[in-house]
């Protein structure tokens, strides 16, 4: 059933240790669908003929006297309890109630706008510093953050490109700068709504690098392209360009592309005041 579901939209690939989970539940889910569009359909069509004016010159005014329908209608809403406590609620508790905690936790700000996606990392300290709605420049400084601030001398951030290293568990503060937005990375079967005036959690990890994902890409009509990042609300006349890219590093990698962008920063507190005393 998923080969079918992939092939009418689920993506082919998952990425993240809670993909399969979700995955099971939307094919068990599509099941029972096929199964009530089979049954109500076939059911339809034998009363059609059944009860065809041809059969039944007179009205029966009694009507049904068996309640068949009403067990086979007590089943589906079983079916469903135990769907929705047995399946639904725990996949959800676990993406709410087990944050992972600890230094190996990546902790990263999203913050959504129209029509970009900004990310905010907090540095080899690893407090994010201040940010401000006073400083924010839509060029140069698109989350406002204040280099002013010791904590955020050290502090990256980068716009529609977000980098996380594999099989480490990713915490996400995400929040919007405008309207709802939905931060979703289809791979990862990550999919939140962001909303005006909240910061809300959102944690994955994912399972492979992106190395290996171009991999399983070669002969699809995906080939060459890695993770993206979507918007998966309507958010106004832009939204269709609303896309950001993930890589997903292994741990070198990753360790690298953070030394790199210290880099930069040491080069940027050359030129500007912030950085003079304390770099």
């Not at 082919?12 to 049954?39: C, E, K, R, Y």
């Not at 034998?46 to 009860?51: A, D, E, N, R, V």
């Amino acid at each position: 059933m998923l080969e079918l579901l992939r092939n009418f939209g689920l993506p082919s690939v998952s990425a993240s240790t809670q993909g399969p989970q979700i995955d099971n539940i939307i094919s068990i889910v599509h099941w029972l669908m096929l199964i009530l569009f089979v049954g109500w359909g076939a059911y339809f069509i034998y009363t059609l003929i059944k009860f065809r004016a041809s059969n039944n010159p007179k009205a029966d005014y009694n009507g049904v006297k068996n309640h068949y329908s009403s067990y086979i209608e007590g089943l589906v809403a079983v079916v469903e309890v135990v769907l929705l406590f047995g399946f639904a609620f725990p996949i959800w508790a676990s993406r709410v109630n087990d944050v992972p905690v600890g230094t190996e936790v990546v902790q990263i700000r999203v913050v959504g706008q129209q029509f970009a996606w900004n990310f905010h990392y907090p540095g080899p300290d690893g407090v994010f510093g201040k940010t401000s709605v006073n400083l924010v420049d839509e060029a140069e400084n698109p989350i406002g953050l204040d280099r002013n601030d010791s904590f955020a001398k050290d502090d990256i951030f980068t716009v529609n490109q977000l980098h996380i290293p594999v099989n480490t568990p990713i915490n996400v503060s995400l929040s919007t700068k405008d309207v709802i937005h939905n931060f979703k990375l289809p791979e990862l079967r990550v999919s939140q709504d962001a909303i005006p005036g909240m910061e809300i959690p959102v944690w994955f990890e994912a399972t492979m690098t992106s190395e290996d994902f171009l991999k399983t890409t070669i002969g699809t009509k995906r080939e060459g392209k890695g993770f993206e990042i979507a918007c998966a609300q309507l958010c106004g006349l832009g939204h269709y360009r609303m896309v950001g890219y993930m890589t997903v590093h292994n741990d070198e990698g990753y360790s690298a592309w953070l030394t790199e962008q210290q880099e930069y920063l040491l080069e940027e507190a050359d030129d500007d005041d912030w950085g003079d005393d304390d770099w």
